[in-house]
């Protein structure tokens, strides 16, 4: 928004325009910037965040794939802290060594026992995923709600703009009892720009919250993916090692 105001040829004008307006139409413009900056700010976090995600996310995906246990993965998950999948690795294997009595479960390298996952052990591990789920898309969607607030509020705040440019034209009519145009185009000019400033607010936000939101969808996505793979990975394991320590009985 403030963009527009610099690139625009008759930004003399406007600021002009701004600068002679009465305290009302200077307050709704004020909270247009406020909110203007505020979502711009937000989405450029977001787009940085989601890099770092994105990166680490493909990393640890790397590490899960070549690992032989998932001990093995255990072991790295703290160097990919931007990507949920690393936090649901933590929580979820964590929980696997409580579910198993493991007397040192906080051990990465421990071994898994010779146990098999019964229903109600395989539910409590998926409980635990599906709470860091929510926790890690909870806070990768933090702000987000304020730019669907500001592409719902900003045009609204532009209309009411205008509308006060509109009444303040007509106050000046009966104030001078002419309405001739050098009367009535100050305060409509007012009132366009009002118009066009929350415009220039809520489109973006517009977009920025749309592309969050489908990044989001995508993630949670990935994550409900990955669930399912560690809760298969856990099966393999614990079934390889039930026949490994059988063979050698």
Not at 26 to 53: A, D, E, P, T, Y
Not at 139 to 158: E, I, N, Q, R, Y
Not at 217 to 225: H, M
Request: proline share 2%; charged share 20%; hydrophobic share 50%.
């Amino acid at each position: 928004m403030i963009f527009f105001l610099l690139v625009t040829p008759f930004k003399d004008n406007i600021l002009k325009m701004i600068a002679e307006s009465d305290l009302f139409a200077k307050i709704v413009l004020l909270i247009l910037v406020v909110f203007s900056i505020i979502s711009w700010g937000i989405m450029i976090n977001k787009i940085k965040l989601f890099k770092k995600v994105d990166s680490d996310t493909g990393k640890f995906r790397s590490a899960f794939r070549k690992r032989k246990r998932l001990s093995d993965v255990y072991l790295v998950c703290s160097s990919f802290k931007r990507s949920p999948l690393s936090r649901l690795m933590e929580n979820g294997y964590n929980e696997l060594q409580n579910v198993l009595k493991l007397e040192q479960f906080e051990n990465p390298k421990a071994k898994v026992v010779d146990i098999s996952l019964d229903q109600e052990q395989t539910e409590i591990i998926k409980m635990a995923l599906e709470k860091t789920s929510s926790e890690e898309l909870q806070k990768l969607g933090s702000k987000v709600t304020f730019l669907a607030t500001t592409a719902t509020v900003a045009p609204f705040l532009g209309l009411m703009g205008t509308i006060w440019g509109v009444i303040d034209s007509f106050a000046s009519i009966g104030a001078r009892g002419s309405a001739s145009l050098a009367v009535v185009a100050p305060g409509i000019a007012l009132a366009l720009v009002a118009t066009i400033v929350g415009l220039f607010v809520a489109i973006p936000a517009v977009i920025g919250y749309n592309h969050i939101n489908n990044k989001l969808k995508a993630i949670s996505t990935e994550v409900d993916n990955f669930s399912l793979d560690f809760l298969s990975s856990v099966k393999k394991e614990l079934m390889y090692e039930k026949k490994r320590i059988r063979s050698t009985l």
